[in-house]
Nanobody, 120 residues
Framework: VQLVESGGGLVQAGGSLRLSCAAS????????MGWYRQAPGKQRELVAT???????NYADSVKGRFTISRDNARNTAYLQMDSLQPEDTAVYYC???????????????WGQGTQVTVSS
């Protein structure tokens, strides 16, 4: 199973970016997906999660600015980031909880990360 993120880049404060995370490989079912970020010198932190039924959860720091969504048919999650601020600068990682067969346990997979840089 592979998770491939895309959509990162450099943006000015107040701008927007949309991240994508596409899961591929041997996937029987895909349950929760999420976005996390890690700034230099800091621990990785939760940004947002979404279940396969569409229930969402956000970190307080991004509520009202970021929106997580997913396309179950494409095994893809998205993170729409608006009103970006310099403190949002980090490497953004997606994760997915994957079952590879009807009898297999759930494994958690991570993407390679995509850099988001917000200039002031």
């Amino acid at each position: 199973v592979q998770l491939v993120e895309s959509g990162g880049g450099l943006v000015q404060a107040g701008g927007s970016l949309r991240l994508s995370c596409a899961a591929s490989g041997s996937i029987f079912s895909l349950s929760a997906m999420g976005w996390y970020r890690q700034a230099p010198g800091k621990q990785r932190e939760l940004v947002a999660t979404i279940t396969n039924s569409g229930s969402t959860n956000y970190a307080d720091s991004v509520k009202g600015r970021f929106t997580i969504s997913r396309d179950n048919a494409r095994n893809t999650a998205y993170l729409q980031m608006d009103s970006l601020q310099p403190e949002d600068t980090a490497v953004y990682y997606c994760d997915a909880h994957v079952t590879r067969s009807s009898s297999a346990p759930v494994f958690r997979y991570w993407g390679q990360g995509t850099q988001v840089t917000v200039s002031s």
